[in-house]
């Protein structure tokens, strides 16, 4: 199976809280833009800087997420369209949990993961649950 890799993975890793060959199962794995935009708005340019070297040496594939005009990496020239209802449902179960600022980045990311049948690797406990309800397989560290 292929993981989704959420954009907390990489700070896990840059920490050493997390080890990517513990996926031991995966056939590859997959990002979309949303999460390398998110890297590369990290404030600390150093951060920046090292959370970009291990997505460049982790060399996912990129997917597409649904069209959602206002996230960057979810744009017209970055996006599908047509994948609303599932991901909408998502953001909302996510926003009746917890209301948070990335809930539209973090619905688009498990999207990713629901399109194509993914699993998906996060840190992140509520949308771990979340994901899991919506029938993803999910590898919470």
Known sequence: MKYVLDTN??????????????VQDATGLVASPVQLYELRSTPDET???????????VTPDLEATALAFDIPGAGFDEANWGDDDRIQAVRNDL????????NWQDALIAGVALKYGYGLVTSDRLLADVAERHGITVRNI
């Open 9 to 22: 993975v990489f700070n896990r890793v840059l920490d050493k809280q997390f080890d990517l060959s513990s």
């Open 47 to 57: 951060r920046r800087t090292e959370l970009l070297q291990i997505f460049n040496s």
């Open 95 to 102: 926003e009746k949990v917890k209301s948070k600022l990335n």
